[in-house]
């Protein structure tokens, strides 16, 4: 669903309050205009005539009224009285509303009835000007109600506009430019608007909360992976020690499986190390050759291989220079070449190394290399999460990346193949 903004949803407010106000309006002018028209001053006619007509002859002891709001006239011939409208002389018997009227007469209103009699005819009419002319202001001030109405609801929108989505945005940009990167950043708390002021002194809460939170980790990292350096000492020094001994050719392999695998502890710790470490900008910029680190760790890492149908073949190569320590560009490139030689079983795992990617594509013979390189993208994804279950070596690998701006993509090459793609631009 679509977010909307809050002076969308309350302008859209005020919109449709617009129109139901002019909808009210119009029909409030037209029901006036019904009372000029309505038939209620038939019936008031008719029966302001028959009191004065008696078996279609009018009654001589009884005088049509001639003055006030009603008057009537009876009429014999052509001759036209003095206090009626000329025009009355040529209507038909029957009814005539005020609308049927305004073609004789567009200053005065009247609704007239003619009612045949023996001798001539009996006009009635009502005079309806004055209501007619207060219908009319009525509508005028309708009229202008609606329009001082639209005036102060578009007043308003721009009001909304000024003192809430300004401020609002500025309160948005202001979050967007906090840098994680950069401890003890808080937000202005300088708003007018009091919500928008309480809103920056909770995000600064939050802000302390999640810097005391970070520092503990931080600090926590550093103090575990200080500790766990004092035990890889020991037994990489065991080893050495061990290996001063003439042992039998069964221990060879094992022997150099526990000093593989207390190297590689060592780089993860050192990694843990620099990870849990702000950028210092002051020190010097490290310099990494990774096309000739990555020809030894492809070195390195030829006995995973033994075994299987699989190997390490090198294609394009070309001088690469990384502007980071070697350590962490090892334990990427270590973590990615482990995955290719643990996913094949057959075929070549193809390296090439371009001015801005290494890419390494193995063969997964039978597997499904969709859905493997899939499960290693998640797992990248995953591997900061709570119970992840996915190895430190994706953790490192995933903060790694995220520190030096690299991106990391896992996917399906085609034929039974995956390729990982590590761009550094």
């Known amino acids: 669903m679509a977010a909307s903004s809050l002076s969308r949803s309350i302008s859209a407010i005020f919109f449709v309050f617009g129109l139901i106000l002019a909808a009210g309006l119009t ?61 009355f002389l040529r209507l038909n018997a029957g009814f005539h509303d005020e609308h049927q ?19 001539g005819r009996i006009v009635m009419s009502v005079d309806i000007t004055d209501l007619e002319n207060y219908q009319n202001m009525t509508a005028r001030v309708s009229v202008l109600i609606a329009v001082l109405s639209g005036v102060m609801i578009l007043g308003a929108i721009l009001w909304i506009y000024r003192s809430m989505k300004r401020p609002m945005q500025a309160l948005a940009q202001r979050m967007e430019q906090l840098d ?50 004092t035990p ?101 490139v270590s973590n990615l070449l482990r995955n290719a030689a643990e996913h094949s079983h057959e075929g070549p795992i193809r390296i090439s190394l371009d001015a801005n990617r290494l890419s390494i594509v193995n063969s997964t013979g039978n597997f499904d290399a969709a859905e493997a390189a899939r499960r290693y993208t998640r797992a990248l994804g995953d591997s900061t999460k709570q119970g992840g279950g996915q190895g430190l070596g994706l953790f490192i690998t995933r903060r790694i990346c995220e520190r030096f701006g690299w991106t990391l993509l896992i996917a399906s090459a085609g034929a039974g193949q995956t390729v990982a793609k590590l761009s550094f631009a």
């Open 27 to 87: 029909i409030q002018g037209n029901l006036s205009q019904q009372m000029i028209v309505h038939p209620v001053w038939h019936e008031i006619l008719q029966s302001s005539t028959d009191p004065y007509v008696s078996g279609g002859r009018l009654i001589p002891a009884k005088q049509l009224p001639a003055t006030g709001v009603i008057r009537g006239w009876h009429l014999t011939g052509n001759e036209v009285p003095a206090d009626m409208p000329e025009y």
């Open 101 to 119: 009227l305004d073609a004789y007469d567009s200053e005065r209103s009247y609704a007239v009835l003619v009612t045949p009699v023996a001798d």
């Open 180 to 229: 994680p990167e950069q401890p003890a950043q808080r937000l202005c708390t300088d708003f007018t608007l009091k919500e928008l002021h309480d809103i920056a002194l909770i995000v600064n809460r939050h802000l302390e909360r999640v810097e005391r939170f970070i520092e503990r980790e931080r600090s926590l990292l550093d103090q575990a992976s200080h500790e766990f350096r």
């Open 232 to 332: 890889i000492a020991v037994i990489a020094g065991a080893v050495d020690v061990i290996k001063l001994y003439d042992l039998p050719a069964e221990a060879e392999r094992p022997l150099t499986r526990i000093e593989s695998t207390v190297g590689n502890l060592t780089e993860i710790m050192s990694a843990l190390l620099f990870l849990s470490r702000e950028p210092d900008l002051t020190s010097p910029v490290q310099s990494t050759r990774l096309d000739t680190l990555t020809a030894a760790l492809i070195e390195d890492h030829g006995y995973l291989l033994q075994g299987s149908g699989a190997a390490f073949v090198i294609d394009e190569f070309n001088p690469v220079v990384l502007e980071c320590p070697e350590a962490m560009v090892r334990i990427v």
